[in-house]
């Protein structure tokens, strides 16, 4: 099937999903951490779009109120906190050393392919569309998971996780129009109560260790010193 | 009605149990017998002395010792009432407990074969619980509560009782691991040895295992049945290779709780630690119901057995019997001692099972039988005997504090009655004759001597030798027992505490032992009366009995014919009576000839002392050179030099260490494999949280590449 | 229905009293009563459920049948026996200046919050609103974790926090494939409600539920404690105050595998292959194996029992993969006497570490003989963890093997050799804290153990017989859940 | 009528157990070239003895005292169960050799407890070699009953002598070796040479002396007797199941003379042997005794194997 076959609807959503997955791949390579907020807040604003181009075009009012949601979650109450902390732990300056960089984007890559392959079988019953924006959203939910393995920073773990949480939204948006609204006002407060305690745990982490470095974190094992 | 009995049986030992929970409540029972009192006051007058004397603070706890053992004494009495009955009546009783799965409740079923092991734990139990009280009393409540040790011996005999009447594989279980592990906490009562706990650890740990092998044979044969009861088991149609699985996990399990080499670690570090009563019972008779249950699987369950199996329990028995009284003849310490006996023993009783396996598969049941009753009293026999030793041990440990026998000697001055009993013991259990043990060892050799009728090459040749090693584990037996008697009680007392012993004065002890004494005597004269009973077991169980001779009547024993054997205790009893009685009158008729009493002969150096004695490794020693590879011995001696060029010797220490192969052979491997696993297993768990996300991530894609 | 909502209204009413009011003194009391009139909004629940069968609220949005009715009361019933327990513990824990008020009224509501994510998860018909709770639950105890502000608490709860929450979000993008696939056939507004998706599970597409069910089974599977993804819970359990343990051991863990069963019903359903049970048993054979075998190697006394959960919820997740009447009516009377004596043991450890002053398993000696009722508290709960009739835990433990036995005979070997390991693994490190001589200085504490005796007399109560109610209970969950009953 | 037989042969038995120790002594003592005592001679000192005044150490219990009746009793009952004179004897259906084996393991319990009574180092050492000898040389003598009694298949002396009988002269290989292992073990379990020396007092080689080197006056009597009237039943024992011609198979009085003559004559025979024995070995070393008796043992299960394997195959 051509893409220029399909409608404009859908080209949006295809371009958009792109887009989500660059950012996706973006993060993952980055270092600092005030660009991996900041990168992470665009993808934020591109899943805000594609909500309102959803809600616009199927006419589906609720989802307003989801976009509305993800802008002030995802794209400026977290970014905010996150930049809040790392500025004031001063942390803004330093590089993270990432080990085989080459390595884990070249896994990215294939984790992309891999998630076509497994959503494969769908194909028959549903339209490719579909396929295509599930299989970003689940190569996003796949590279958030890469993203916290491969960094090092709690604040790079949190962004890792609320990047899975865009996957996740991303593809209930585009796969199925929007979960029903009692489950998306209840996954916003999630959401947010776990931002909240993400900003008193760097607290506590932070007075514990006297770093943000999850590394830090082995006193609980089961290895033989 | 019979089955009430039975019933009445568990039901006390279990309210002995419950009762010894009273022991901390004499305050909430005061209070209650007031409150009783006070809401009427005329008719309960008379019954207030009584109450307010039982509940008075010094003999409250005597009252309630007395109370908890006066109930397992009637437990013990139903439970050979219970016995008895069900063995002349000859019936099959059945019934069903509204308990345990909705869809399977505790099916019971009392025949003869259940019937002969309530006998045994009855009359065990009954000796138990007149010796108890007694025993008991030295216990400080504070360290040792009557309240564990009560509660746990009722829960363990009732336990025992159960697995008696089970009739389907899962109230056999319950019971059977009720029994386990009340027994554990018995073990670990004194648990502040680090010798105790080790032993109760063992002991669970063994007992667990056992037991999953049993669940698991029962699980073999349920697969082929269509439900959980003996009955549905029964019916089950296995090939040869499962029955044979079966059987094996069947032998595993019940071997494991018998004590059969090389699984029988538990038993001499468990049976010793635990209060001497109850090692009487564990080693007497809760050895006995494994044998009960392997009996009960193999027979009566499978009921095709096959001759590997008898060979395979030939042969496991034989070592167990060798082994057993070879480690037990190294043992200083007289509990230890007894225990490793008891492996013997359950080796001799595997070995005529194994017998008569072999005879049922070849077709020939009358030989079965012959082995079978040859088994079965001498499990009787053991459970008598053994636990009058076991309740002996107890009161040489009560009255001299010590268990190891190098520390002993003299006895049988200080304790004459003690001493008697013991003896009677020792010589049952060393199979002399006139004495219980005798009989089913001659009944074992007689079932042995048949092999004449079987085909098969391997059979032929390998029960002869096993016939000849039986013979050396007797004469072993006899050995070690000879060593156990003569260094306990005869010659001089080793160490103070043996010097300062006097006879027990609790005659309930000796009245325990007595019982125990008199019926090992008696059985050993009247061998017909026990023979009578388990000639009906084995007529229910195998469809066979032995042909009764009715010529030879009660006063012979003619197990095959008389033409082929026959032993008549009684007339042999006579003769010795004679014999002994001619020649003491006719040298004692000279009065000249009075004895005189005179210093032990001194080879003229003068000052015999109690350390020239022979020591218990001094007697055995040359059984560990001719036996020595049957053990790992450790001797050392040290010598401390002095005096110019340091050549002479100022003190000599020896040390001996005589200890099990199959500690560092069986399991000390399986226990360093475990913690190398758990080693090699924990360092998944690194601590690092982002290897933990790999874990996550790397599963998440491992299930989806399997899925699709 | 009244019933449900009011006990989910109740502790909602208690998270927003013990905000405000949490550090009062007799504020362990006023838990307990919260706790005991949900216990009776859930009894009257089941009552209903029992005399009338399912109920579906109007608007759908809560189901109770069979399956979940009895989980309610479970819940209700060891939250108020663990509320009666940790009223002196908390009151002990702030003696010896360990808590502060802000952290008590932190526990106190958070308690009753939990509850009620964990009401929530199990009445709700929604599968969005269970992940939601289930989330909530996650949300409620990480602080608690973190109680003591510990490193190590602290690391324990922020590897909580990301485990389960990256573990959960899986969970949620099963939901979403669920999603997907039920929209495919019906309207979007109901498409999400369990009751909805099992009626028409025959024509859900089998693929994307399969792919869906891998998602879910390693969402919620974080939660359960199944190895590999189970990394966080010796740490969570351990390391917050002990009636959270025991409240996570014998609930959190239950009710995340309640969420896999349900959706194991609907992809059952839908594949008609065993795929689903395969996965579970796999899962459930390895976290069993691993964890009998990791118990060896514990120093904490709390990291030991939350290992030995693991070990449990294994056999339980094995049992209901095997499926089929039998294994399943054991799993669930696994899953009571689980929650039942392991919480049972969490309370008698918690004051055994406060008699010791320490959880360091080489530290706690003599138990029996410095308070005879906290020793043999634990070791006959441990008897009773290990499998030892009379307890209930033997009874379930016998049905999972027969139930082996009978479909899948040769894994049972490897089921034997797991309850071995994991039997000697418990009591290596028992054997000593409980027995032995009194340690010098070591005195009794204040604790109340009618908690831990109640549950050790149902779990006995069990273990003897099941009474006809309970099985009745059990086998109507059977057949609800495997389609046809055991008795 | 049998059991008044079997009364008076016991006492023929008892009676003639001394004479066949000092016949041997003699033939010993003559092979030696040493002048001879009388045969007689054990007589005299049985009498002397028991005209003592015993002695016993003050450290003995009763044991010490009731020990040697019961030795005694043990072994006479032991000797009413062997066929002397006559094949048919009510009492061996009273006990089997299973039973006389066992009382002679009832005698020896005795002694070795009686040897530790009087707490010295030699009655020690005495019971322990005894019960190391014994145990060993039990299953080997039980080996080599079991292939005479499987043969005959009976248990009962008196029944499998008769089969002896009956059978004719049969050239059984399991019988040559049960001899040999037979003689074996009765050199070992009745104190001869090379095994035990009867005649030693030095410490380290006693074993028997060893455990009644405390006895005296009649109590030492009764257990020389004894261990003379053992003698004599391993004698009849191996006479009369390997060579049992000449036994009296009725009740005549000429049956029964010719009898005891035979059986005389065959003892006397067999003292000749063992004397020979005695003067051309010496005492073998404590742990040499296991190589022996271990060969008693091969040579009893040889025995056994060979008539289960060349003579009743089936």
Same mark, same amino acid.
């Given at each position: 099937?051509?893409?220029?076959?399909?409608?404009?609807?859908?080209?949006?959503?295809?371009?958009?999903?792109?887009?989500?997955?660059?950012?996706?791949?973006?993060?993952?390579?980055?270092?600092?951490?005030?660009?991996?907020?900041?990168?992470?807040?665009?993808?934020?604003?591109?899943?805000?779009?594609?909500?309102?181009?959803?809600?616009?075009?199927?006419?589906?009012?609720?989802?307003?109120?989801?976009?509305?949601?993800?802008?002030?979650?995802?794209?400026?109450?977290?970014?905010?906190?996150?930049?809040?902390?790392?500025?004031?732990?001063?942390?803004?300056?330093? =590089?993270? !050393?990432? $080990?085989?960089?080459?390595? #884990?984007?070249?896994? +990215?890559?294939?984790?992309? @392919?891999?998630?076509?392959? /497994?959503?494969?079988?769908?194909?028959?019953?549903?339209?490719?569309?579909?396929?295509?924006?599930?299989?970003?959203?689940?190569?996003?939910?796949?590279?958030?998971?890469?993203?916290?393995?491969?960094?090092?920073?709690?604040?790079?773990?949190?962004?890792?996780?609320?990047?899975?949480?865009?996957?996740?939204?991303?593809?209930? =948006?585009? !796969?199925? $129009?929007?979960?029903?609204? #009692?489950?998306?006002? +209840?996954?916003?407060?999630? @959401?947010?109560?776990?931002? /909240?305690?993400?900003?008193?745990?760097?607290?506590?982490?932070?007075?514990?260790?006297?770093?943000?470095?999850?590394?830090?974190?082995?006193?609980?094992?089961?290895?033989?010193? | 009605?019979?089955?009430?009995?039975?019933?009445?049986?568990?039901?006390?030992?279990?309210?002995?149990?419950?009762?010894?929970?009273?022991?901390?409540?004499?305050?909430?029972?005061?209070?209650?017998?007031?409150?009783?009192?006070?809401?009427?006051?005329?008719?309960?007058?008379?019954?207030?002395?009584?109450?307010?004397?039982?509940?008075?603070?010094?003999?409250?706890?005597?009252?309630?010792?007395?109370?908890?053992?006066?109930?397992?004494?009637?437990?013990?009495?139903?439970?050979?009432?219970?016995?008895?009955?069900?063995?002349?009546?000859?019936?099959?009783?059945?019934?069903?407990?509204?308990?345990?799965?909705?869809?399977?409740?505790?099916?019971?079923?009392?025949?003869?074969?259940?019937?002969?092991?309530?006998?045994?734990?009855?009359?065990?139990?009954?000796?138990?619980?007149?010796?108890?009280?007694?025993?008991?009393?030295?216990?400080?409540?504070?360290?040792?509560?009557?309240?564990?040790?009560?509660?746990?011996?009722?829960?363990?005999?009732?336990?025992?009782?159960?697995?008696?009447?089970?009739?389907?594989?899962?109230?056999?279980?319950?019971?059977?691991?009720?029994?386990?592990?009340?027994?554990?906490?018995?073990?670990?009562?004194?648990?502040?040895?680090?010798?105790?706990?080790?032993?109760?650890?063992?002991?669970?740990?063994?007992?667990?295992?056992?037991?999953?092998?049993?669940?698991?044979?029962?699980?073999?044969?349920?697969?082929?049945?269509?439900?959980?009861?003996?009955?549905?088991?029964?019916?089950?149609?296995?090939?040869?290779?499962?029955?044979?699985?079966?059987?094996?996990?069947?032998?595993?399990?019940?071997?494991?709780?018998?004590?059969?080499?090389?699984?029988?670690?538990?038993?001499?570090?468990?049976?010793?630690?635990?209060?001497?009563?109850?090692?009487?019972?564990?080693?007497?008779?809760?050895?006995?119901?494994?044998?009960?249950?392997?009996?009960?699987?193999?027979?009566?369950?499978?009921?095709?057995?096959?001759?590997?199996?008898?060979?395979?329990?030939?042969?496991?028995?034989?070592?167990?019997?060798?082994?057993?009284?070879?480690?037990?003849?190294?043992?200083?310490?007289?509990?230890?001692?007894?225990?490793?006996?008891?492996?013997?023993?359950?080796?001799?009783?595997?070995?005529?099972?194994?017998?008569?396996?072999?005879?049922?598969?070849?077709?020939?049941?009358?030989?079965?039988?012959?082995?079978?009753?040859?088994?079965?009293?001498?499990?009787?026999?053991?459970?008598?005997?053994?636990?009058?030793?076991?309740?002996?041990?107890?009161?040489?440990?009560?009255?001299?504090?010590?268990?190891?026998?190098?520390?002993?000697?003299?006895?049988?001055?200080?304790?004459?009655?003690?001493?008697?009993?013991?003896?009677?013991?020792?010589?049952?259990?060393?199979?002399?004759?006139?004495?219980?043990?005798?009989?089913?060892?001659?009944?074992?050799?007689?079932?042995?001597?048949?092999?004449?009728?079987?085909?098969?090459?391997?059979?032929?040749?390998?029960?002869?030798?096993?016939?000849?090693?039986?013979?050396?584990?007797?004469?072993?037996?006899?050995?070690?027992?000879?060593?156990?008697?003569?260094?306990?009680?005869?010659?001089?007392?080793?160490?103070?505490?043996?010097?300062?012993?006097?006879?027990?004065?609790?005659?309930?002890?000796?009245?325990?032992?007595?019982?125990?004494?008199?019926?090992?005597?008696?059985?050993?004269?009247?061998?017909?009366?026990?023979?009578?009973?388990?000639?009906?077991?084995?007529?229910?169980?195998?469809?066979?009995?032995?042909?009764?001779?009715?010529?030879?009547?009660?006063?012979?024993?003619?197990?095959?014919?008389?033409?082929?054997?026959?032993?008549?205790?009684?007339?042999?009893?006579?003769?010795?009576?004679?014999?002994?009685?001619?020649?003491?009158?006719?040298?004692?008729?000279?009065?000249?000839?009075?004895?005189?009493?005179?210093?032990?002969?001194?080879?003229?150096?003068?000052?015999?002392?109690?350390?020239?004695?022979?020591?218990?490794?001094?007697?055995?020693?040359?059984?560990?050179?001719?036996?020595?590879?049957?053990?790992?011995?450790?001797?050392?001696?040290?010598?401390?030099?002095?005096?110019?060029?340091?050549?002479?010797?100022?003190?000599?220490?020896?040390?001996?260490?005589?200890?099990?192969?199959?500690?560092?052979?069986?399991?000390?491997?399986?226990?360093?494999?475990?913690?190398?696993?758990?080693?090699?297993?924990?360092?998944?768990?690194?601590?690092?949280?982002?290897?933990?996300?790999?874990?996550?991530?790397?599963?998440?894609?491992?299930?989806?590449?399997?899925?699709? | 229905?009244?019933?449900?909502?009011?006990?989910?209204?109740?502790?909602?009413?208690?998270?927003?009293?013990?905000?405000?009011?949490?550090?009062?003194?007799?504020?362990?009391?006023?838990?307990?009563?919260?706790?005991?009139?949900?216990?009776?909004?859930?009894?009257?629940?089941?009552?209903?459920?029992?005399?009338?069968?399912?109920?579906?609220?109007?608007?759908?949005?809560?189901?109770?049948?069979?399956?979940?009715?009895?989980?309610?009361?479970?819940?209700?019933?060891?939250?108020?026996?663990?509320?009666?327990?940790?009223?002196?513990?908390?009151?002990?824990?702030?003696?010896?200046?360990?808590?502060?008020?802000?952290?008590?009224?932190?526990?106190?509501?958070?308690?009753?919050?939990?509850?009620?994510?964990?009401?929530?998860?199990?009445?709700?018909?929604?599968?969005?609103?269970?992940?939601?709770?289930?989330?909530?639950?996650?949300?409620?105890?990480?602080?608690?974790?973190?109680?003591?502000?510990?490193?190590?608490?602290?690391?324990?709860?922020?590897?909580?926090?990301?485990?389960?929450?990256?573990?959960?979000?899986?969970?949620?993008?099963?939901?979403?494939?669920?999603?997907?696939?039920?929209?495919?056939?019906?309207?979007?507004?109901?498409?999400?409600?369990?009751?909805?998706?099992?009626?028409?599970?025959?024509?859900?597409?089998?693929?994307?539920?399969?792919?869906?069910?891998?998602?879910?089974?390693?969402?919620?599977?974080?939660?359960?404690?199944?190895?590999?993804?189970?990394?966080?819970?010796?740490?969570?359990?351990?390391?917050?105050?002990?009636?959270?343990?025991?409240?996570?051991?014998?609930?959190?863990?239950?009710?995340?595998?309640?969420?896999?069963?349900?959706?194991?019903?609907?992809?059952?359903?839908?594949?008609?292959?065993?795929?689903?049970?395969?996965?579970?048993?796999?899962?459930?054979?390895?976290?069993?194996?691993?964890?009998?075998?990791?118990?060896?190697?514990?120093?904490?006394?709390?990291?030991?029992?939350?290992?030995?959960?693991?070990?449990?919820?294994?056999?339980?997740?094995?049992?209901?993969?095997?499926?089929?009447?039998?294994?399943?009516?054991?799993?669930?009377?696994?899953?009571?006497?689980?929650?039942?004596?392991?919480?049972?043991?969490?309370?008698?450890?918690?004051?055994?570490?406060?008699?010791?002053?320490?959880?360091?398993?080489?530290?706690?000696?003599?138990?029996?003989?410095?308070?005879?009722?906290?020793?043999?508290?634990?070791?006959?709960?441990?008897?009773?963890?290990?499998?030892?009739?009379?307890?209930?835990?033997?009874?379930?433990?016998?049905?999972?093997?027969?139930?082996?036995?009978?479909?899948?005979?040769?894994?049972?070997?490897?089921?034997?050799?797991?309850?071995?390991?994991?039997?000697?693994?418990?009591?290596?490190?028992?054997?000593?804290?409980?027995?032995?001589?009194?340690?010098?200085?070591?005195?009794?504490?204040?604790?109340?153990?009618?908690?831990?005796?109640?549950?050790?007399?149902?779990?006995?109560?069990?273990?003897?017989?099941?009474?006809?109610?309970?099985?009745?209970?059990?086998?109507?969950?059977?057949?609800?859940?495997?389609?046809?009953?055991?008795? | 009528?049998?059991?008044?037989?079997?009364?008076?042969?016991?006492?023929?038995?008892?009676?003639?157990?001394?004479?066949?120790?000092?016949?041997?002594?003699?033939?010993?003592?003559?092979?030696?070239?040493?002048?001879?005592?009388?045969?007689?001679?054990?007589?005299?000192?049985?009498?002397?003895?028991?005209?003592?005044?015993?002695?016993?150490?003050?450290?003995?219990?009763?044991?010490?005292?009731?020990?040697?009746?019961?030795?005694?009793?043990?072994?006479?009952?032991?000797?009413?169960?062997?066929?002397?004179?006559?094949?048919?004897?009510?009492?061996?259906?009273?006990?089997?050799?299973?039973?006389?084996?066992?009382?002679?393991?009832?005698?020896?319990?005795?002694?070795?407890?009686?040897?530790?009574?009087?707490?010295?180092?030699?009655?020690?050492?005495?019971?322990?070699?005894?019960?190391?000898?014994?145990?060993?040389?039990?299953?080997?003598?039980?080996?080599?009953?079991?292939?005479?009694?499987?043969?005959?298949?009976?248990?009962?002396?008196?029944?499998?002598?008769?089969?002896?009988?009956?059978?004719?002269?049969?050239?059984?290989?399991?019988?040559?070796?049960?001899?040999?292992?037979?003689?074996?073990?009765?050199?070992?379990?009745?104190?001869?040479?090379?095994?035990?020396?009867?005649?030693?007092?030095?410490?380290?080689?006693?074993?028997?002396?060893?455990?009644?080197?405390?006895?005296?006056?009649?109590?030492?009597?009764?257990?020389?007797?004894?261990?003379?009237?053992?003698?004599?039943?391993?004698?009849?024992?191996?006479?009369?199941?390997?060579?049992?011609?000449?036994?009296?198979?009725?009740?005549?009085?000429?049956?029964?003379?010719?009898?005891?003559?035979?059986?005389?004559?065959?003892?006397?025979?067999?003292?000749?042997?063992?004397?020979?024995?005695?003067?051309?070995?010496?005492?073998?070393?404590?742990?040499?005794?296991?190589?022996?008796?271990?060969?008693?043992?091969?040579?009893?299960?040889?025995?056994?194997?060979?008539?289960?394997?060349?003579?009743?195959?089936?």
């Amino acid at each position: 099937m051509n893409i220029a076959e399909l409608d404009f609807y859908t080209q949006a959503i295809l371009s958009l999903a792109a887009l989500v997955g660059l950012t996706s791949f973006l993060m993952l390579g980055q270092g600092r951490l005030l660009r991996l907020i900041f990168v992470f807040a665009m993808q934020g604003f591109l899943l805000t779009l594609t909500t309102v181009l959803a809600a616009y075009s199927l006419n589906n009012h609720h989802l307003y109120i989801s976009a509305v949601l993800t802008l002030v979650l995802k794209v400026i109450f977290i970014p905010w906190m996150l930049r809040r902390q790392v500025l004031h732990m001063n942390m803004h300056r330093d =590089i993270e !050393a990432l $080990n085989n960089k080459t390595t #884990v984007m070249l896994g +990215g890559a294939s984790l992309m @392919v891999f998630s076509y392959y /497994v959503l494969q079988p769908i194909v028959q019953s549903s339209p490719v569309v579909m396929l295509n924006a599930l299989a970003v959203s689940l190569s996003v939910v796949l590279l958030g998971m890469l993203l916290m393995i491969s960094h090092r920073q709690a604040v790079a773990h949190v962004v890792g996780f609320m990047s899975i949480e865009n996957g996740l939204f991303f593809a209930a =948006i585009v !796969a199925t $129009n929007g979960m029903p609204m #009692v489950v998306e006002l +209840g996954v916003a407060f999630d @959401v947010l109560v776990a931002a /909240v305690l993400f900003g008193i745990f760097f607290l506590h982490i932070r007075t514990s260790i006297d770093s943000l470095d999850v590394d830090l974190l082995n006193k609980l094992n089961e290895v033989d010193k | 009605m019979i089955l009430v009995l039975a019933y009445c049986a568990v039901l006390l030992s279990f309210a002995s149990g419950v009762l010894a929970l009273l022991m901390h409540q004499r305050h909430n029972l005061l209070a209650l017998s007031r409150y009783w009192l006070k809401k009427s006051p005329e008719s309960n007058e008379k019954y207030q002395s009584v109450i307010d004397n039982s509940l008075e603070e010094k003999q409250f706890p005597i009252f309630l010792r007395q109370a908890v053992f006066v109930l397992l004494g009637f437990s013990g009495i139903f439970a050979v009432l219970a016995g008895m009955s069900v063995l002349t009546s000859k019936e099959i009783i059945t019934d069903q407990i509204s308990l345990g799965l909705p869809w399977l409740p505790w099916h019971v079923r009392f025949d003869s074969l259940s019937g002969f092991f309530f006998l045994i734990i009855g009359i065990a139990v009954s000796a138990v619980s007149l010796y108890g009280p007694g025993y008991v009393k030295s216990y400080d409540e504070n360290h040792h509560p009557f309240a564990a040790l009560g509660l746990f011996t009722g829960l363990f005999v009732s336990g025992m009782l159960l697995v008696l009447l089970a009739d389907d594989a899962f109230f056999f279980m319950i019971a059977w691991e009720l029994m386990s592990v009340a027994s554990y906490f018995l073990v670990a009562f004194q648990h502040e040895n680090p010798a105790n706990r080790r032993a109760a650890f063992i002991y669970l740990l063994m007992a667990e295992v056992g037991a999953l092998a049993i669940i698991l044979g029962f699980g073999v044969l349920a697969s082929f049945a269509t439900g959980f009861t003996f009955d549905e088991l029964r019916a089950a149609e296995l090939s040869s290779t499962w029955a044979s699985i079966a059987f094996v996990l069947a032998l595993t399990g019940f071997g494991m709780k018998a004590g059969i080499v090389p699984v029988h670690v538990w038993l001499p570090e468990a049976h010793p630690v635990a209060p001497s009563h109850i090692s009487a019972l564990m080693s007497g008779v809760m050895l006995k119901v494994a044998i009960y249950g392997l009996i009960r699987f193999c027979f009566d369950l499978i009921g095709e057995v096959h001759w590997q199996w008898g060979l395979v329990l030939l042969v496991l028995g034989t070592f167990s019997a060798l082994g057993g009284i070879l480690y037990a003849m190294m043992q200083p310490n007289l509990k230890r001692l007894l225990a490793y006996s008891s492996v013997e023993n359950v080796g001799i009783i595997f070995m005529v099972l194994g017998l008569s396996m072999i005879f049922m598969a070849n077709g020939h049941p009358q030989l079965a039988a012959l082995g079978f009753l040859a088994a079965l009293l001498h499990a009787f026999n053991h459970a008598l005997f053994k636990n009058l030793l076991f309740l002996g041990a107890g009161i040489i440990h009560h009255q001299t504090h010590e268990l190891n026998i190098d520390m002993m000697g003299g006895l049988i001055k200080r304790m004459p009655q003690t001493s008697m009993l013991f003896l009677v013991g020792c010589m049952s259990i060393s199979s002399l004759p006139l004495f219980n043990g005798f009989v089913s060892e001659w009944l074992a050799f007689q079932t042995a001597l048949q092999v004449d009728v079987l085909d098969n090459g391997v059979l032929r040749s390998l029960i002869p030798v096993a016939a000849a090693a039986l013979a050396l584990t007797a004469a072993l037996a006899a050995a070690c027992f000879v060593k156990v008697f003569g260094l306990i009680f005869l010659g001089q007392p080793r160490s103070h505490h043996s010097d300062k012993a006097h006879e027990i004065q609790d005659k309930g002890m000796l009245a325990g032992s007595m019982l125990l004494a008199g019926l090992c005597f008696l059985f050993g004269i009247f061998p017909g009366l026990i023979i009578t009973l388990i000639n009906g077991v084995a007529g229910q169980l195998l469809g066979e009995t032995l042909p009764n001779d009715a010529a030879l009547g009660w006063l012979w024993l003619a197990p095959v014919s008389a033409k082929q054997a026959s032993y008549a205790p009684p007339l042999v009893l006579i003769g010795a009576l004679i014999a002994a009685g001619v020649s003491f009158w006719y040298l004692r008729r000279n009065p000249s000839t009075v004895m005189r009493r005179a210093e032990t002969w001194d080879c003229g150096f003068g000052g015999l002392t109690s350390k020239m004695q022979y020591s218990s490794s001094a007697f055995t020693m040359p059984f560990r050179r001719i036996f020595a590879k049957v053990w790992m011995i450790d001797e050392q001696i040290d010598k401390d030099m002095q005096g110019a060029m340091n050549q002479d010797v100022a003190a000599v220490r020896y040390h001996l260490q005589v200890q099990d192969h199959s500690w560092p052979r069986l399991y000390q491997p399986i226990e360093r494999g475990v913690n190398n696993t758990a080693k090699v297993v924990g360092r998944i768990q690194t601590g690092n949280i982002r290897t933990y996300l790999g874990y996550s991530f790397a599963t998440l894609i491992l299930m989806l590449w399997v899925i699709s | 229905m009244i019933a449900a909502y009011l006990a989910l209204l109740i502790p909602f009413v208690g998270i927003l009293y013990f905000a405000l009011a949490g550090h009062k003194t007799d504020t362990g009391k006023q838990n307990v009563w919260f706790n005991s009139v949900s216990l009776l909004a859930t009894i009257w629940l089941a009552i209903n459920v029992l005399n009338q069968g399912t109920i579906v609220s109007s608007g759908k949005a809560f189901l109770i049948d069979p399956f979940n009715v009895y989980l309610i009361v479970l819940t209700a019933f060891v939250g108020l026996t663990t509320s009666i327990f940790s009223s002196p513990y908390m009151a002990h824990e702030k003696e010896i200046g360990k808590l502060n008020d802000t952290r008590l009224k932190l526990y106190y509501s958070m308690y009753q919050g939990f509850m009620l994510a964990m009401y929530l998860v199990l009445t709700t018909n929604n599968m969005g609103i269970m992940w939601v709770a289930m989330e909530g639950a996650t949300l409620a105890t990480v602080l608690l974790v973190s109680l003591y502000r510990t490193p190590e608490s602290i690391e324990a709860a922020w590897k909580y926090f990301i485990l389960c929450g990256v573990g959960i979000a899986q969970a949620l993008f099963g939901t979403i494939l669920l999603y997907y696939a039920a929209v495919q056939i019906g309207d979007g507004e109901n498409a999400l409600l369990w009751s909805v998706l099992y009626e028409n599970a025959e024509q859900l597409n089998p693929e994307v539920l399969e792919i869906a069910f891998v998602f879910l089974l390693i969402g919620y599977g974080t939660k359960i404690g199944l190895v590999p993804l189970h990394s966080w819970l010796p740490d969570a359990h351990s390391e917050g105050p002990t009636p959270m343990s025991a409240v996570l051991s014998g609930l959190l863990l239950n009710d995340a595998l309640y969420a896999v069963v349900r959706n194991k019903m609907l992809v059952d359903g839908a594949t008609h292959s065993h795929l689903a049970g395969y996965l579970m048993m796999g899962f459930g054979m390895l976290s069993f194996l691993v964890a009998a075998v990791l118990l060896h190697r514990q120093k904490d006394i709390k990291r030991l029992f939350s290992y030995s959960s693991i070990e449990h919820m294994g056999i339980m997740t094995f049992a209901f993969g095997i499926g089929g009447p039998l294994a399943t009516f054991a799993a669930l009377l696994h899953m009571t006497v689980h929650s039942l004596t392991k919480s049972a043991i969490f309370v008698t450890v918690g004051h055994a570490a406060q008699v010791a002053g320490t959880q360091s398993i080489d530290k706690i000696r003599g138990l029996i003989r410095t308070q005879p009722k906290i020793g043999w508290g634990l070791l006959i709960g441990t008897i009773s963890i290990a499998g030892f009739p009379p307890f209930g835990v033997f009874t379930s433990e016998f049905l999972v093997l027969l139930a082996t036995m009978h479909s899948y005979p040769w894994l049972t070997p490897l089921l034997l050799l797991g309850i071995g390991i994991a039997f000697a693994g418990l009591f290596r490190h028992i054997q000593p804290m409980v027995y032995g001589e009194k340690p010098e200085g070591q005195l009794p504490v204040k604790a109340n153990l009618w908690p831990v005796m109640i549950h050790l007399a149902l779990v006995l109560w069990m273990g003897l017989a099941i009474p006809g109610f309970l099985a009745n209970w059990f086998s109507q969950a059977t057949i609800l859940i495997s389609g046809s009953s055991p008795l | 009528m049998n059991w008044l037989l079997a009364v008076l042969q016991t006492m023929l038995f008892v009676a003639l157990a001394p004479l066949l120790a000092g016949w041997l002594k003699c033939c010993k003592c003559r092979l030696q070239n040493r002048k001879a005592p009388s045969i007689f001679q054990p007589y005299r000192d049985l009498l002397k003895l028991t005209n003592k005044q015993p002695v016993v150490a003050k450290q003995a219990s009763w044991i010490f005292l009731i020990a040697p009746y019961i030795i005694f009793s043990a072994t006479v009952l032991a000797a009413t169960v062997v066929p002397l004179i006559a094949v048919d004897l009510p009492t061996s259906a009273s006990a089997d050799v299973i039973v006389m084996v066992g009382f002679f393991a009832f005698a020896r319990f005795f002694l070795a407890l009686a040897g530790l009574d009087i707490g010295t180092a030699f009655g020690g050492m005495g019971s322990s070699r005894e019960m190391t000898i014994s145990s060993l040389a039990e299953p080997a003598m039980l080996m080599a009953i079991f292939t005479l009694t499987m043969a005959a298949s009976t248990t009962n002396l008196s029944f499998a002598i008769g089969h002896v009988l009956n059978e004719g002269f049969v050239l059984r290989p399991s019988f040559v070796f049960a001899l040999a292992a037979l003689i074996l073990v009765a050199i070992a379990e009745t104190g001869r040479i090379p095994v035990d020396n009867p005649a030693t007092h030095l410490e380290l080689t006693m074993i028997h002396e060893a455990m009644i080197l405390e006895y005296s006056g009649r109590h030492l009597a009764l257990i020389e007797w004894a261990s003379q009237v053992k003698l004599m039943l391993y004698g009849v024992l191996i006479a009369n199941i390997f060579f049992p011609w000449g036994i009296a198979e009725t009740l005549g009085a000429q049956a029964l003379g010719y009898g005891l003559l035979a059986i005389m004559g065959k003892l006397a025979l067999l003292a000749i042997f063992l004397a020979i024995v005695e003067t051309l070995f010496a005492k073998m070393r404590l742990f040499r005794v296991q190589e022996y008796l271990s060969f008693a043992y091969l040579l009893g299960l040889l025995g056994m194997l060979s008539h289960i394997i060349l003579e009743a195959s089936r």
